[in-house]
Every structure is written in structure tokens, then in C-alpha cells.
């Protein structure tokens, strides 16, 4: 199964965007990018996923360059909610196997006033 | 909408005692997880349930059972507590397509 690398941390103005790049240059052809994040010790949220193209909902976009190496998770104007681990997973699509979500330790986003 | 409802959410067991998590999820979804997160780490699958009726071993299964009473209910086992178990345990669900929707948790320490 393919890793992810992330920073360990960044910072965020609130009201700017905040880019959280993703490495994943070992990923195969029929294995998805997920995005989770986790608030304070919660249990983690789903945000967002793709395989690739671009996608976008209410929460965030994913950007997934053309060669799938890497992916970009866009929160377009981070609030002080938005302070959290921010996970990027590589997920096996084959049917049957939908449990090997191997997570990381993630990118601590501080959105900061 | 409760999503995954996972009791208790705080437990102090001494060691070689046993308990149960109870894990409930109401969205009708297929599969089920158990998944235990310690300091410094990633979450780690304990076990899964595909579908009602089945269940397989993740990646540190040792020391845990469980149990896919219905399709709504997975229960994780703990035998005989060691301290080494002391760990924040989530329960998950999903369905083919969707993300996991995780549960609160259980914070569980063994002494």
C-alpha cells in the first residue's frame, strides 16, 4: 500500500486559504486519496477524497497532480474552528480489501486569529 | 442524526481484568472498525467487519476480539487488560463509495 509524507505542522492566517501538500509518489492506479482531519482528540472526520481529478465540496478542494504523486487539500478561508491534525491517506479501492487505511501522523494546522 | 455511538467513553480497568466496547452506528452501513490511537502514532486497525456476519484481523489484533452482533452493532473485546492496551479507541463505519464516519471514542487506561 502507498505512503503519504506531510509536514508535521503549519500555520494559517484565519480568512486565508490554507494549502496542505501531500506526497504519495508510490500510489498506484486504483488507489483513492483520502483527506481526514481531527479536532482536539475527537474521532477524525472524512473531509474529502479523489482519484483524479479535482474535487470540491462544502468543506475543502482536492488537487491531484496529473502524475498522482501528489495532492493538495485547500480549506479556501481557514477559521479558528478549522485548527486541527489534518490526515492524508492512500486507500486500496479492490473489492473486499476497503480496510487498509494506513494513517500517519499527519499535519498539525494551526489557523491563528 | 447519531451517526457511530460508542460506549463508555472513559474506563479505568486493572490489569487482567475484561471488558467490552460497544459500538453502534444508525447510517445502515455495511462495514465496521475498530481502530486503537496512542501517543505519537497513527491509528491502527485492531479489527474490521466487512458485513454482518464477518470479521477479520487488521494490523495489532493480539490481546482483542470481536464481535458483529448485527449489522448495526460491533463490539470489541478485551479479555485479560494489560497495560500496554491503554489507548483512545475509535469505532468507524463506512459504506462503498463514502468516507468512515468515526465515534467519539474510549479512553482507556489500564493499570
Known amino acids: 500500500d502507498a505512503k503519504t509524507t506531510q509536514p508535521t505542522s503549519m500555520d494559517c492566517a484565519e480568512g486565508r486559504a490554507a494549502n496542505l501538500p501531500c506526497n504519495h509518489s508510490?500510489?498506484?492506479?486504483?488507489?483513492?486519496v483520502y483527506w481526514y482531519r481531527q479536532i482536539h482528540s475527537q474521532g477524525p472526520q472524512y473531509i474529502i477524497h479523489?482519484?483524479?481529478?479535482?474535487e470540491t465540496n462544502e468543506m475543502a478542494s482536492l488537487i491531484i497532480t496529473e502524475d498522482r504523486k501528489s495532492s493538495t487539500l485547500i480549506l479556501p478561508h481557514a477559521t479558528l474552528r478549522d485548527t486541527a491534525v489534518y490526515y492524508c491517506?492512500?486507500?486500496?479501492?479492490?473489492?473486499?480489501?476497503?480496510?487498509?487505511?494506513?494513517w500517519g501522523l499527519g499535519t498539525s494546522l494551526a489557523v491563528n486569529p | 442524526n447519531a451517526g457511530v455511538t460508542q460506549t463508555p467513553k472513559f474506563q479505568v480497568l486493572k490489569t487482567g481484568q475484561s471488558m467490552t466496547l460497544q459500538c453502534a452506528q444508525d447510517?445502515?452501513?455495511?462495514?465496521m472498525y475498530w481502530y486503537r490511537q496512542d501517543p505519537g502514532m497513527g491509528l491502527r486497525l485492531i479489527y474490521y467487519?466487512?458485513?454482518?456476519?464477518?470479521?477479520d484481523k487488521g494490523e495489532v489484533p493480539n490481546g482483542y476480539n470481536v464481535s458483529r452482533l448485527n449489522k448495526r452493532e460491533f463490539s470489541l473485546r478485551l479479555e485479560s487488560a494489560a497495560p500496554s492496551q491503554t489507548s483512545v479507541y475509535f469505532c468507524?463505519?463506512?459504506?462503498?463509495?463514502?468516507?468512515?464516519?468515526f465515534g467519539s471514542g474510549t479512553r482507556l487506561t489500564v493499570v
Open positions: 468507524a463505519s463506512s459504506e462503498v463509495g463514502l468516507g468512515y464516519t
Open positions: 447510517m445502515n452501513h455495511n462495514s
Open positions: 467487519s466487512a458485513s454482518e456476519g464477518t470479521t
Open positions: 508510490t500510489i498506484s492506479g486504483n488507489e483513492y
Open positions: 479523489g482519484l483524479k481529478n479535482n
Open positions: 491517506i492512500v486507500r486500496v479501492t479492490n473489492a473486499g480489501n476497503n480496510r487498509k487505511l494506513i
